[in-house]
């Protein structure tokens, strides 16, 4: 195994040099949470991922119509992709596409994803169920409103192979696209 490029955009960084610094330097990312949750959830501390401005996908090549149908960690693992293409000196100036000297057909692209759009699931039953955001419950009913009607996106947004295709189709690979799931 040869590791050409890494890429990360996470709680403890927004690219592995700064992630690394703070795991080296011994800082934690967990903060106080200072936002009410909707009940039932009794949380107080957290450890989140600095917010994705669109502007950054749509400098390295998303488009807007893109970002509005993929979840935040789709877009999330797009950027820490588009490191990793940097990195590894396969990318295409400053777009995250492949560089023309790279054959597409020989790129595949594998994902993780520990539960998908999991929070899309529960924030389209929240607005289905007509549930007030700080009173919803994720085991609610999707009885209230028309059940057979989800939002138009949240098809898209909740696939957990999402990410594979979204990196894939953007980046021009050609090769196998695969995602691992739990």
Do not use: C
């Amino acid at each position: 195994i040869v590791v050409t490029g890494m890429g990360t955009r996470g709680s403890l960084g927004n690219n592995v040099v700064d992630t690394w610094a703070t795991v080296t330097e011994g800082r934690t990312a967990i903060v106080p949470w200072e936002h009410d949750l909707p009940k039932p959830y009794d949380v107080h501390v957290v450890a989140a991922a600095a917010a994705v401005a669109s502007a950054e996908l749509v400098e390295i090549g998303m488009k807007h119509k893109q970002i509005k149908n993929m979840h935040r960690g789709v877009q999330l693992g797009f950027l820490a992709t588009h490191e990793a293409m940097q990195q590894a000196g396969i990318a295409d100036g400053a777009s995250a596409r492949l560089g023309a000297d790279i054959d597409p057909t020989r790129v595949a692209v594998f994902v993780s994803s520990g539960i998908g759009g999991a929070n899309e699931i529960i924030d389209a039953n929240r607005r289905m169920s007509g549930i007030d955001e700080r009173e919803w419950s994720p085991v609610e009913p999707l009885a209230k409103k028309d059940p057979s009607n989800p939002p138009p996106s949240m098809t898209l947004r909740i696939l957990p192979d999402r990410a594979a295709s979204v990196f894939g189709m953007n980046i021009g690979a050609r090769g196998p696209m695969r995602v691992n799931t739990t």
